[in-house]
């Protein structure tokens, strides 16, 4: 499906029917949140990818029991980092120099360009800057489940605190941001399944000088 096609056929699913997604489609979707780019590609952020029933059962209700959640095959949930200082940049350097043969004192002056701007922002700013960021991926993640067909719903209604709490997400150093569902879609019971897609005209959309 070309990428365009793919965009107007997606939608944010109100009702899934439970069939599972092949796991090479998974996986494509999950490698294409993985390459999506992150400020400095610092990436302060993890993604949980929950496709295991149970679990998806005991989030539903910080969820506010949207069905999507225990419908899907896989609940993916974005959590940023909530402790963002020169560790984690020096962990970045590490996986810099790891990946591409350069010795990591080769990156010093990089580090310090990273570590020298995020000294200039507080902790509330960082955590507002690393949500920020899990947004991003989420979007590629969104196109790639769309040009997979497999159906996507972007979610911000639930709990993040009720989701930590259930997850133990805070000893990791992490917090809930925002979710999708990923599944396929139950026609029959999806009042939007044979919705016409409405969005602004590009006239009304786009500014151009």
């Known amino acids: ?74 609940l993916v949930i974005f959590a940023a980092k909530t402790t963002i200082n020169e560790a984690t940049v020096a962990e970045y350097m590490q996986e810099i120099a790891d990946q591409r043969g350069v010795p990591v004192d080769a990156l010093k002056d990089f580090a310090g360009y990273i570590n020298g701007a995020l000294a200039h922002q507080s902790d509330e700013q960082k955590a507002i800057w690393a949500s920020k960021q899990t947004y991003i991926a989420l979007g590629f993640g969104l196109v790639a489940a769309a040009s997979e067909e497999v159906d996507a719903t972007p979610m911000e209604g639930f709990d993040p605190a009720a989701v930590d709490a259930e997850l133990g997400l805070a000893a990791h150093g992490l917090h809930a941001t925002v979710a999708m569902t990923l599944g396929f879609r139950d026609a029959a019971n999806d009042y939007l399944s044979a919705a016409k897609k409405v969005r602004f005209t590009a006239e009304k959309l786009f500014i151009k000088k």
Not at 6 to 30: C, D, F, Q, T
């Open 1 to 74: 499906m070309k990428l365009l096609d793919a965009l107007k056929w997606r939608y944010a699913v109100k009702r899934m029917n439970g069939a599972k997604i092949p796991s090479e489609k998974l996986n494509n979707i999950l490698e294409a949140i993985r390459f999506a780019p992150s400020s400095f590609g610092l990436t302060p952020y993890q993604v949980l990818v929950i496709e295991d029933e149970e679990t998806r059962k005991k989030l539903t209700p910080h969820f506010y029991n949207q069905p999507q959640v225990v419908e899907s095959s896989a």
